[in-house]
């Protein structure tokens, strides 16, 4: 940050539109990764990965355009779950303010790891109480929707986050 | 008037020891064509950033020298001034082709100077009747072919009208037609608009064809040598001890040269090396070339009945194949983009089943087997190694495969053992394989496939990409492989390859095979290669110039002949 | 292509709306839909939003497909949760059903169905949006919204390279499959089964990663960033029809307001 405020450089913008993309991809084919007779998505540890390894302004605009764009597949228009996610992104890349997407001793992978648990659930819980505003009832809107969506996104957050990240250190010596 | 002017030039990226150029000096006049010859890793690309400006501008390190670009320096000139002055054309179609068509693409570098719509409109139409891609403004990305995106990315940069334009490897990924298009137009540029151009290659023999006025050779970060063509061609040494393929006419001379069968300066052209040829060598070939490798008589290994297969878009993609591939052969699978060539591969694992007709893999129809039977007899070696990689060790990555299929414990051990033995892999086996070289990460692939303990092995376009001297040391491996009596199918556009390498060549185009034969024979045939984007090496047009028959044989071949008769 | 936009390729009125008035569209019914919860205009807005469906001649099938569950859904679940507590719409509240504990106001009735009322008028809206706005319109009309234009190219860029990395992923899972992995079969346990997806993942983000410093290259030596503007190639048009639409929208949104401050100002319940 400069004192003209946020300076967005290219390559920032590009792995934006990138992790945007590869959100859209992946929320698009992997829905269906049968677990216990559930169905979950892994492609939110795109949008933490981004978040983590590029920082927290990333990760926000991969996420909120790639659910836009998943939005934009499904036809339907879930605005506040396209913050929601931006949100997840967010909060996975605040580390990155630390160590600059330098992932190198144990605590960095495991604050990358918590920060998209806590992540989803900010994510998710947000865009469930914003339905909740706009008269969806709590019920539907936490329990059915924000919950359990959280929770898989918790998980393949933690699980996918830290792998992701390793093969990005070793990638960067290439 | 000077171009581009570069004195005691240096540079080291911020993030590593060493410096990737020392002490660089090079003039380039206005309307010249100059060519930069240099292995990887040789810094040409570095010297091309410091001319356009990313070196100071987006890549941060230790300058030191000037480079001027008519008259001002390019580290104390804004990047959008010099863009306007220098334009560059880069090896990737996919990555520099940024708009969502055509027309926008082209515009996209206006759009950033803030040009009127008007002016773009004129400009983008202009730009695109010169590269001859009018009437396809709207066309997408990726509806185009390689060869079609770089004529794009050309058009791009000629909007921004500059006198300079840069071309870093611009062939690379290119079938061989393709190529000769985009060195027409440099040529064009270079001739009729009086474009300054600088290219930096290493397929000097390409280059070359469509004439340059001077070469610099790079070597560790240095100028190691500069001049025209003639001056270049006198220090073959030099180019062949720095790592670059002489052309393959040049490479006979060269040869005879040693043994004093050939007298004065190395050719520069087919032509120029058969007249010299015609009075003092007579070559009598009759009987020992030509002959069709033997017909096997054992089983196939691999199978095609009438093969159809459609994608569920609708593409029909082979239409109608009947080919029968013999244990230990090596061949060469070979046809423009989009002929079906992966798809064949594709089918022989049983990753698609045919829509009609069937394969059979060693005897067992692939519509009866799941992929993880059929992998461990068939295996492939996908082009570009980023796309399997992903364990966190070489040996994790090697048995992953095999574990996959079920093996034995004790059975796996004993395939990774082997693999990375072939590979030579031994002392990489605990690192990351992402964080390994090209080259080593292009290793740990074929060790991932060998793992599987197939027979039979495809490489999709194993050299794509890469100078001589890694390609080579790529198909070392390849070679090893064959004297393990691996039957080998190598998908590539690359003809000399073919012929180097493999026996039997077949010629897919349009999902048919057009063409099946021993190497030599095929790839020989002009019109046919033609169909398929191909063309024949000089090697075959040289021995056409001598009156022989055109034969598809190595340099090597050639010359053996020469000094026997 | 693996991955297809619902957008519907047509001409119609909708269609040749500037993007910028539709997402006011969807702004403004958000808005209004939000202001009351009064039936009577929640209907009139529901019809009125419903009405945008045969203007963007979106094909009833797809209208269905997407309108029927929606419509179950919210109504089941407005009424399951709602229904039950009697004062939920504020007292005082008249039992119309009772049995054991379970008590049904008529109030708690009316507000379960003005809420489902709610959320579908500003459904078809939302919908029409998406189907007729093909994506690539959307960079320039938020830069038009004096988004910073970098963060407006983000879409294309993450427009363009949709069918490159769905192209990218086809290739990365037939390279692992022709290692015996299938991702829909994975093996090992449940930590097993959750990493399914990282023998496609790791090499895609990867290779990604090495593609984005290519093209930022590419887009740094034509400029891209020099100037705090830029122009661009695709014009948005307001029209006089988009001025009219932007007026009318305008005008439900004021009346809704003022009705709320000063008309209805309550759930309103017919008796």
């Known amino acids: ?174 | 008037m000077k171009a581009i002017e570069i004195k005691g030039l240096s540079f080291r990226y911020v993030e590593s020891e060493v410096f990737a150029l020392k002490n660089v000096d090079l003039v380039v006049n206005e309307g010249e064509k100059l060519l930069i010859l240099g292995p990887s890793g040789c810094g040409k690309t570095t010297l091309l950033r410091c001319i356009n400006g990313l070196i100071p501008h987006r890549y941060r390190g230790e300058l030191l020298g000037t480079v001027k670009v008519f008259g001002e320096n390019v580290a104390e000139t804004p990047i959008h001034k010099i863009s306007l002055k220098v334009g560059t054309v880069l090896q990737d179609p996919e990555s520099q082709f940024v708009g969502i068509s055509v027309e926008e693409d082209v515009a996209f570098g206006l759009e950033n100077l803030r040009f009127s719509r008007e002016e773009m409109r004129r400009l983008v139409a202009e730009s695109l009747s010169v590269v001859g891609l009018t009437g396809m403004e709207q066309r997408a990305p990726h509806e185009m072919s390689g060869g079609q995106k770089q004529k794009v990315a050309l058009a791009g940069v000629l909007a921004m009208r500059p006198s300079v334009i840069l071309f870093d490897e611009p062939l690379a990924n290119l079938d061989p037609a393709s190529a000769d298009e985009i060195l027409d137009f440099m040529d064009m540029l270079n001739k009729e608009y009086g474009k300054t151009i600088v290219i930096v290659e290493h397929r000097f023999e390409q280059v070359l064809e469509k004439g340059v006025d001077k070469i610099a050779v790079m070597s560790d970060g240095r100028v190691v040598a500069y001049g025209t063509p003639e001056d270049i061609m006198e220090r073959a040494d030099l180019l062949v001890k720095t790592g670059i393929r002489l052309p393959l006419y040049a490479e006979v001379a060269y040869q005879l040269k040693k043994r004093g069968l050939w007298e004065g300066p190395l050719p520069l052209s087919v032509e120029e090396t058969a007249s010299r040829l015609k009075g003092s060598v007579r070559a009598r070939i009759e009987g020992k070339l030509g002959v069709p490798p033997e017909k096997p008589d054992r089983k196939p290994i691999l199978e095609f009945r009438d093969v159809h297969y459609v994608y569920p878009t609708g593409v029909k993609a082979i239409r109608g194949v009947d080919l029968k591939i013999y244990p230990g052969e090596v061949v060469a699978l070979m046809g423009p983009n989009g002929a079906g060539k992966s798809t064949l591969s594709l089918l022989s694992i049983g990753i698609l089943k045919p829509t009609r007709g069937r394969v059979l893999v060693d005897g067992v129809d692939t519509r009866d087997a799941t992929v993880a039977q059929l992998a461990r007899t068939v295996g492939i070696i996908f082009q570009n190694p980023n796309h399997m990689l992903f364990k966190n060790s070489v040996e994790e990555e090697i048995a992953f495969g095999p574990k996959n299929l079920g093996y034995s414990e004790e059975e796996i051990e004993r395939f990774v053992e082997q693999a990375m033995q072939i590979c030579d892999l031994k002392r990489y086996s605990g690192r990351h394989p992402l964080s390994l070289s090209m080259g080593e990460r292009k290793r740990v692939c074929i060790a991932a496939a060998l793992s599987m303990n197939p027979r039979l092995l495809f490489f999709d376009e194993p050299t794509v990409g890469q100078d001589h001297r890694h390609s080579e040391a790529f198909m070392s491996y390849i070679k090893r492989l064959r004297e393990k009596g691996y039957t080998i199918v190598i998908i590539t556009h690359n003809v000399n390859l073919a012929i180097e390498y493999c026996q039997r060549a077949i010629i897919m185009v349009d999902g048919k095979i057009i063409a099946d034969g021993p190497t030599q024979k095929v790839l020989a045939d002009e019109p046919l290669l033609k169909k398929a984007r191909l063309k024949p090496t000089s090697i075959t047009r040289l021995m056409k110039a001598l009156n022989l028959p055109p034969l598809a044989i190595t340099s090597q071949d050639l010359q053996t002949l020469l000094i026997k008769s | 292509m693996l991955v297809s936009f619902k957008y519907i390729h047509g001409d119609s009125l909708i269609h040749r709306l500037d993007v910028r008035t539709k997402l006011f569209m969807v702004f403004a019914y958000l808005v209004m839909a939000l202001s009351l919860l009064d039936m009577r205009v929640l209907a009139i807005l529901f019809v009125s939003s419903a009405m945008l469906w045969p203007l963007a001649k979106t094909p009833m099938k797809e209208v269905g497909k997407l309108l029927i569950p929606m419509l179950i859904f919210i109504a089941f679940f407005s009424f399951a949760t709602n229904a039950f507590y009697p004062g939920i719409a504020g007292k005082p509240y008249h039992i119309v059903y009772q049995w054991g504990w379970i008590k049904i106001s008529l109030e708690a009735l009316i507000y379960s169905a003005t809420v489902a009322l709610r959320y579908l008028a500003i459904f078809p809206a939302a919908t029409v949006f998406i189907m007729t706005t093909h994506p690539t319109k959307m960079s320039v009309a938020l830069a038009k919204l004096k988004i910073p234009y970098k963060l407006a190219y983000v879409m294309n860029i993450a427009l363009r390279y949709l069918p490159t990395l769905a192209l990218d992923y086809e290739i990365i899972k037939n390279a692992q499959r022709a290692r015996g992995f299938e991702m829909d079969r994975p093996q090992g346990g449940l930590v097993g089964r959750l990493k399914a997806a990282l023998p496609v993942m790791i090499p895609m983000v990867m290779d990604s990663i090495n593609r984005a410093e290519l093209i930022a290259d590419a887009m740094d030596l034509r400029c891209f960033g020099v100037y705090k503007d830029r122009t661009w190639y695709h014009d948005l048009k307001f029209t006089k029809t988009d001025y009219i639409v932007c007026t009318i929208l305008l005008i439900g949104v004021i009346t809704c307001i003022l009705l709320r401050l000063f008309v209805l100002k309550r759930l309103w319940v017919p008796v």
């Not at chain 1, 879930?78 to 303010?97: K, N, P």
């Not at chain 1, 936490?142 to 093969?167: C, E, N, Q």
């Open chain 1, 1 to 174: 940050m400069g004192k003209n405020g946020f300076r967005l450089s290219t390559l920032d913008v590009v792995l934006m539109g990138l992790g945007a993309a590869m959100y859209a991809v992946f929320a698009a084919v992997t829905y269906f990764i049968p677990i216990a007779g559930m169905s979950l998505r892994p492609a939110i540890a795109i949008v933490t990965f981004f978040g983590a390894a590029f920082g927290p302004h990333v990760g926000f605009v991969a996420g909120a355009i790639g659910n836009l764009l998943c939005d934009f597949t499904w036809g339907e228009f879930w605005w506040e779950w396209d913050v929601g996610v931006g949100i997840i992104g967010l909060i996975s890349g605040l580390w990155w303010l630390k160590n600059k997407g330098n992932y190198e001793k144990g605590i960095d992978y495991a604050m990358a790891a918590i920060l998209s648990v806590i992540g989803s659930f900010v994510g998710c819980f947000f865009a469930g109480f914003v339905d909740v505003a706009m008269g969806v009832p709590f019920e539907v809107a936490i329990y059915a929707w924000a919950f359990p969506g959280a929770a898989s996104d918790a998980i393949f957050g933690l699980i996918l986050t830290p792998a992701l990240l390793k093969a990005y250190q070793a990638f960067k010596l290439r």
